[in-house]
């Protein structure tokens, strides 16, 4: 909920001052080129495309300042999100991590040096479905930027190299469908291709 225009059409009509986390094990990890399978156990499976930095160092209570030490790459992913099963969880108070965490449900990209790209809160990335645009999102629009989510992450868990940072999706999250083709781009250089099975 990083993008107001998303949280819009999630019918969110709070913007919390903070940002809001959760944690995916490293089996949900999906790496590029390798095929999304649809799991059987939800009715709608949406693609949630988002800016991701990966951790180059070890970190616990990052100063906002010094956050940008602490990330050299980026690319684009994907938080494949079971949404049928996550409103079911939400209305009955339950947690939902289920509905996110499962296996495969972070698709990776391949990551681009920040030195070769525009700066963090400047960048432009898309998501296409089968060559039609389905997600737009500047990262200049985030509630939160990168570094105060790194901050802000870092109170509660200690970062770790390799950790990977989902950033948030803008407006445009749909239902993907087997035999549909996912593209992913960084402003003009495409990061992520693969396949819904």
């Not at 039609?132 to 870092?154: F, K, N, P």
């Not at 990977?164 to 469908?177: D, N």
């Amino acid at each position: 909920m990083n993008y107001a225009a998303h949280n819009n059409e999630m019918n969110h009509s709070l913007l919390r001052k903070e940002p809001v986390i959760f944690a995916k094990p490293d089996t949900a990890l999906l790496r590029t080129g390798h095929p999304f399978f649809v799991p059987d156990f939800a009715e709608r499976f949406d693609h949630e495309a988002e800016v991701v930095v990966r951790i180059c160092r070890l970190g616990k209570d990052i100063a906002e300042r010094f956050a940008h030490r602490y990330y050299e790459e980026v690319t684009l992913g994907i938080d494949f999100t079971a949404r049928d099963l996550q409103h079911r969880l939400r209305s009955e108070g339950l947690p939902w991590e289920v509905s996110k965490a499962f296996d495969g449900s972070a698709a990776v990209g391949e990551f681009v040096h920040k030195s070769e790209l525009p700066d963090i809160q400047d960048l432009h990335f898309r998501l296409e479905v089968d060559g039609e645009t389905r997600q737009v999102g500047h990262t200049a629009d985030m509630l939160h930027t990168v570094d105060q989510i790194i901050a802000y992450c870092s109170r509660f868990f200690t970062l770790r190299m390799g950790d990977l940072l989902y950033t948030g999706t803008p407006a445009g999250v749909g239902p993907v469908h087997e035999g549909q083709m996912l593209t992913g781009w960084l402003e003009d250089r495409q990061v992520m291709k693969f396949r819904v099975k």
